[in-house]
Nanobody, 127 residues
């Protein structure tokens, strides 16, 4: 069974930085487009970032553009989310997700397109 395990969350002050990791197992990682999503209390899950199989194509939500960077290491079966200039509104549970992709450059935004999800890691940004 595919496993996605997020780590790196925590409590940080506004304008601080965090790097999230998502370690994947029991799948051929390089064949999957990866995504990051978040869910704040009382709100729906929202798209944050996605990265293609090759890592050469990325896409971000407008709210995080210029502050967050998604990357991946296919040799380590891990996807990362580097978050800088954090704001209180970035608070939430962050999830990574995976979807099988034929194309090397495919990025995927809709949450419902993803097949596999991790359990999430909490990020809290204090003002």
């Amino acid at each position: 069974q595919v496993q996605l395990v997020e780590s790196g969350g925590g409590l940080v002050q506004a304008e601080g930085s965090l790097r999230l990791s998502c370690a994947a197992s029991r799948l051929t990682f390089s064949m999957y487009t990866m995504g990051w999503f978040r869910q704040a209390p009382g709100k729906e899950r929202e798209f944050v970032a996605t990265i293609s199989r090759s890592g050469g194509v990325t896409s971000y939500a407008d709210s995080v553009k210029g502050r967050f960077t998604v990357s991946r290491d296919n040799a380590e079966n891990t996807v990362y989310l580097q978050m800088t200039s954090l704001k209180p509104e970035d608070t939430g549970v962050y999830f990574c997700a995976a979807v099988f992709s034929v194309g090397l450059s495919r990025v995927v935004v809709p949450a419902q397109s993803y097949n596999y999800w991790g359990q999430g890691t909490q990020v809290t940004v204090s003002s």
